[in-house]
């Protein structure tokens, strides 16, 4: 099994960017498919970004977060981040980065069986 842990959430002011990173032990991440979800208060948990380890490396991405987002890995620190540039108070949330080893979270639906961090909060002020 995997274990997960989040970092580089904080307080920012909209239009900077902030760099979060998920370091995967245990298990080598290269046998899984990655995402990272998001959840704002009173608000359910949505898909933000996920990205295919295992085999093609292919992304994908909610609409809104879509140019201004990117996820990326670096297999020798076993650490996948998501680089978000150009923040807007709405993506106010905390951050969670998961790891699934069917490939359920490449359409974007997040299932509570997937290993999951611990979260990361991240705050957008206008």
């Known amino acids: 099994q995997v274990q997960l842990v989040e970092s580089g959430g904080g307080l920012v002011q909209a239009g900077d960017s902030l760099r979060l990173s998920c370091a995967a032990s245990?298990?080598?991440?290269?046998?899984?498919?990655m995402g990272w979800f998001r959840q704002a208060p009173g608000k359910e948990r949505e898909f933000v970004a996920t990205?295919?380890?295992?085999?093609?490396?292919?992304?994908n991405y909610a609409n809104s977060v879509k140019g201004r987002f990117t996820i990326s890995k670096d297999n020798a620190k076993n650490t996948v981040y998501l680089q978000m540039n150009n923040l807007k108070p709405e993506d106010t949330a905390v951050y969670y980065c998961?790891?699934?080893?069917?490939?359920?979270?490449?359409?974007?639906?997040?299932?509570?069986?997937?290993?999951w961090g611990q979260g990361t909060q991240v705050t957008v002020s206008s």
């Open positions: 245990g298990r080598t991440f290269r046998n899984y498919y």
């Open positions: 998961a790891a699934d080893s069917s490939g359920t979270i490449l359409s974007g639906v997040g299932r509570d069986w997937f290993t």
């Open positions: 990205m295919d380890l295992k085999w093609s490396g292919s992304t």
